[in-house]
């Protein structure tokens, strides 16, 4: 007995192995993206009075719990500007991982082709070859000299003219993700309009990875795609509450969009999940309640929340430019990209197996010097991973003092003596 072509043609995704890395070498966890702290109090007493319910223990509405679709319905409506339909415009998902998948066979032929923005989320092309679509790749590009400076997020740019390069008529669909994992990019409002207008010239959809849409930093705003002029037709917009509270085991997710592009992914759902827990979607509806209430109130988790994770964001920037590695700023998300090339380690001694460039440096830097990292590298397709081999992924949205014990780590590493011939 063997696995599927479909297996055989995917490889297993790297954090499984540097999930093992990190708990084998008992190393400081600067690599997934979740907290090492409690979630707000008011979202933990949800749950609670989410358990103390009795009907939330059976099955709910294959679509989405209702209460849950009707408060997504009434903050969306309210934030892009028009009305969003609880029943036909919404979809509850398994976490935003099945709202992606569920997208991609709910509206992907063969030999579809969709653009991918780069560096992305590792999960995006198999899903997409899953459904027999055709990745297909363009990098956000760093400045020249992001090895030698601090850089913004900001500077990471697209090539437009590249970009409507790669649009054509089997183009089905581009995939964006603002605030970017992992660089932390925020796309400006004319930076969408441009990838917009695109879409609408070629009829694409518009496929907005928006996870991160309340962690944004130096009073920037997040600008949603469906709320431009003439592009709720051509957007798919995936949304998480682990994201939006600080609670990933819960993998509740969702899409919205206009109906006809929602409809397909119901039937996918209906046919492959059926439906989300209902004491999750429950709580879940209680904290969104909560806090749109409080939206842009001094109360607001959201506003609270950002405010602490860019002083966690400050904090380990001076960590890294102290030690020689230089960061580039993040704008919105949990983490930072960083180059290492500053850095003196015995690259030419180091024997561990290296599955992707900058593997083995992120390898060397967990066992040896006890800090976990992810590679930049795997966050580009297997043709461009040159593209990230000098830098790695920190997470800072862990404790202070998590921070510090990381920050210590990095203190200790060696800057390259520079030749002055």
């Not at 907290?35 to 707000?40: G, L, V």
Request: proline residues 7%; charged residues 20%.
């Amino acid at each position: 007995m063997s696995s599927s072509d479909l297996v055989k043609r995917q490889s297993e995704s790297p954090w499984v192995e540097y999930g093992e890395l990190g708990t084998k070498y008992n190393s400081v966890n600067l690599c997934k993206g979740f907290p090492d702290f409690p979630p707000p109090d008011h979202v933990v007493e949800a749950l609670i009075t989410a358990a103390r319910n009795q009907s939330s223990h059976q099955y709910t509405r294959q679509y989405g719990h209702p209460r849950l679709v009707n408060i997504l319905s009434k903050m969306y409506s309210q934030l892009i500007g028009r009305p969003v339909d609880p029943l036909k415009e919404i979809l509850i998902t398994v976490g935003a991982y099945e709202a992606l998948l569920s997208i991609f066979l709910g509206l992907i032929n063969p030999g579809d082709e969709v653009i991918i923005v780069e560096p992305f989320y590792d999960c995006y092309p198999p899903m997409i070859e899953m459904a027999g679509g055709i990745p297909v790749y363009i990098s956000l590009n760093p400045p020249e000299d992001s090895n030698q400076r601090t850089v913004s997020s900001s500077e990471w740019k697209l090539d437009y003219n590249q970009l409507a390069s790669k649009f054509n008529e089997r183009t089905k669909m581009i995939v964006v993700t603002t605030p970017n994992n992992p660089t932390g990019k925020v796309y400006s409002k004319e930076e969408l309009l441009a990838i917009g207008k695109l879409c609408r010239q070629y009829g694409s959809i518009a496929v907005m990875d928006e996870v991160y849409e309340w962690v944004i930093y130096d009073d920037l705003s997040h600008i949603r795609m469906a709320s431009l002029p003439e592009m709720w037709p051509y957007t798919l917009t995936v949304g998480s509450i682990g994201k939006t509270f600080s609670v990933t085991g819960w993998k509740i997710g969702w899409v919205y969009g206009p109906k006809k592009l929602i409809n397909p992914l119901q039937i996918i759902h209906s046919n492959t999940v059926h439906t989300c827990a209902t004491p999750i979607q429950e709580a879940s509806a209680i904290a969104l309640e909560i806090e749109f209430n409080r939206i842009g109130k001094p109360d607001s988790y959201w506003k609270q929340s950002a405010i602490e994770l860019q002083a966690k964001r400050d904090l380990i920037i001076k960590y890294l430019q102290t030690s020689g590695v230089n960061p580039t700023i993040p704008q919105g998300g949990f983490f930072i990209v960083a180059d290492y090339r500053n850095i003196n380690w015995p690259s030419n001694d180091t024997i561990y197996s290296e599955k992707s460039p900058g593997d083995k440096f992120a390898k060397w830097l967990c066992i040896e010097k006890k800090l976990l990292t992810m590679p930049v590298s795997y966050f580009y397709s297997s043709s461009n991973r040159d593209k990230g081999k000098n830098s790695i992924r920190f997470c800072f949205f862990k404790k202070d003092s998590t921070i510090h014990d990381a920050g210590r780590i990095l203190n200790k590493l060696q800057v390259k003596v520079k030749s002055n011939l």
